[in-house]
């Protein structure tokens, strides 16, 4: 029937404009030109997030030590048992995503947009800035084109050139919507709700990220000071109020890996303990050393402890992380109901930290000590610390004010200690963002992690390409060029400095 109707409507359609104008109606209604910029933004902007919070459960996750598996499909990433397989849509996902921001980029061209143009390159600049922190080299001008004639084959760039190409498309889109008039309308933003100001602090706060990424190979310190230095022509990030938060309606793509699901047991936890995943133990002895409020957010009581608790009130909870790199008959001999799940505060969450107000005052505070920038660090380090807290409501008002007078809030004079306690809270402030977890640790070293005893190398240090894409003739001579063979977890990536603090095995934190 369908096939009639459209048959009749076709010729009707023939009949009144002659047949010279059947080009006309044979238009793809895939086509860029053809969809408006608007409707392409929230697919845009949730699977760009999406991306990001995958990241929390898969590889850099467990590479870095926030979470630890005691079976199931991810538990081979903790022991590092990982192949060009195990990255099928770690790669493939932010390419189609690439895509999509393409389309974004050309309507927004041919249209005279340049609000959709702006907030086009600051996503494909956060997208592509995930894919080359965890692989290295990657596509970036091809990027997203495979749909192209003749750039089927991607041809690949050093980290070193996409990461200038990254700082030049940021100044573009700083410097489009600094320009733009009043009248300009952003629809469907499910990120800053059309507000242009907030997504050009996203963009200088996103560019002073990756500067820092790469100054252990590139003075970055006039470039940094020009940000911080000029809030008028490099507005960043001045509250919470401005940071990159998505929240979402629903949880189809919020970190549905562990999303508390609507049927809660009916114990009162509010907590799935039969779940495979736990906290690890390196984040869950870091926050108790430092009598962190986050330790009961990030993690739920034992099994064991909340069902003596319930028993006897005097019986306290415990929060206890899952010891790393065990083999499958260590992991038998645990009992997962003496390990901690995440809390139930997150798994009520509904929001993506896509980059924190807290992330940007932890670098501004490493840009002091590190004499890149004039300003008093230690106060810096408290306000990141401030605001790392206050994303949790459920930490109170009086135990956020004892931790923040207490030494964990007080940044050391000296600047190696202070290194590595801006490193450390960085990777505690990322919980769940596994990539940005995963790049800071190989950029600053910080905090130090160790492998378990049963793992057979050291922590990889930057993802394998996807066995598919190894198929691309551009990978494969580039590789060869450069290292005389495909690349492997072991290979580090441009940004990591030379002298790397290689984990050693059976070591406690």
């Not at 053809?34 to 409707?39: G, I, M």
């Not at 750039?151 to 100044?171: A, I, K, R, T």
Request: charged share 20%; glycine share 6%.
């Amino acid at each position: 029937m369908k096939k009639q109707i459209f048959t009749l409507v076709l010729g009707a359609a023939l009949v009144m404009t002659g047949c010279s104008d059947f080009e006309e109606l044979n238009v793809n209604p895939n086509n860029p030109s053809t969809v408006p910029a608007n409707l392409l933004l929230p697919g845009i902007i949730s699977t760009a997030v999406s991306a990001m919070t995958g990241s929390g459960n898969d590889a850099a996750g467990q590479f870095v030590q926030h979470i630890n598996y005691l079976g199931g499909n991810n538990e081979s990433f903790g022991r590092y048992n990982i192949t060009g397989a195990s990255f099928r849509e770690q790669w493939n996902g932010p390419m189609r995503s690439v895509k999509d921001i393409n389309q974004l980029l050309s309507l927004a061209e041919q249209n005279n947009q340049p609000h959709y143009k702006a907030i086009g390159l600051i996503c494909k600049v956060y997208v592509l800035s995930l894919m080359t922190d965890t692989y290295g080299d990657i596509p970036y001008v091809e990027a997203g084109r495979a749909n192209e004639n003749g750039l089927e084959f991607p041809h690949f760039q050093s980290q070193e050139e996409v990461y200038g190409l990254m700082l030049e498309d940021l100044e573009a889109a700083n410097v489009l919507i600094k320009n733009i008039g009043a009248g300009a309308v952003v629809s469907n933003d499910i990120l800053y709700n059309g507000d242009l100001g907030k997504w050009r602090k996203f963009a200088n706060s996103l560019k002073v990220r990756i500067l820092m990424r790469e100054s252990a190979k590139k003075d970055v310190s006039a470039q940094v000071a020009a940000i911080f230095n000029d809030p008028s022509d490099y507005p960043v990030f001045a509250s919470s109020d401005d940071q990159a938060t998505l929240v979402y309606n629903n949880t189809v793509d919020f970190y549905n890996w562990y999303i508390q699901p609507k049927n809660l047991p009916s114990d009162g936890s509010g907590v799935i303990f039969g779940d495979n995943l736990r906290v690890s133990e390196a984040l869950a002895d870091s926050l108790k050393s430092k009598n962190d409020p986050r330790l009961t957010v990030f993690l739920a009581p034992t099994k064991s402890s909340f069902t003596a608790h319930q028993q006897s009130a005097s019986s306290p909870l415990v929060y206890r992380g899952q010891p790393v790199g065990l083999s499958t008959t260590e992991q038998e001999l645990l009992n997962k109901d003496n390990y901690s799940v995440i809390g139930s505060a997150i798994r009520s969450e509904s929001r993506a930290f896509v980059m924190s107000y807290s992330e940007l005052l932890l670098l501004k505070s490493e840009a002091i000590v590190r004499n890149m920038i004039q300003g008093n660090a230690a106060d810096e380090f408290r306000r990141a610390l401030d605001a790392s807290l206050s994303k949790w409501s459920q930490i109170s008002s009086a135990d956020k004010a004892t931790f923040l007078a207490g030494s964990a809030a007080s940044l050391s004079a000296s600047t190696s200690v202070a290194l590595m306690q801006i490193g450390t809270q960085a990777w505690i402030d990322s919980f769940l963002n596994g990539f940005e977890a995963f790049a800071n640790w190989r950029r600053t070293g910080y905090p130090h992690l160790y492998v378990g005893p049963s793992v057979a190398s050291i922590i990889p240090v930057r993802y394998i390409y996807s066995d598919n894409e190894q198929n691309n003739p551009n990978l494969i001579e580039w590789t060869n060029e450069k290292y005389g063979r495909m690349v492997n977890e072991s290979d580090m990536v441009w940004f990591q400095p030379q002298v790397w603090p290689t984990p050693s095995k059976n070591t406690m934190n």
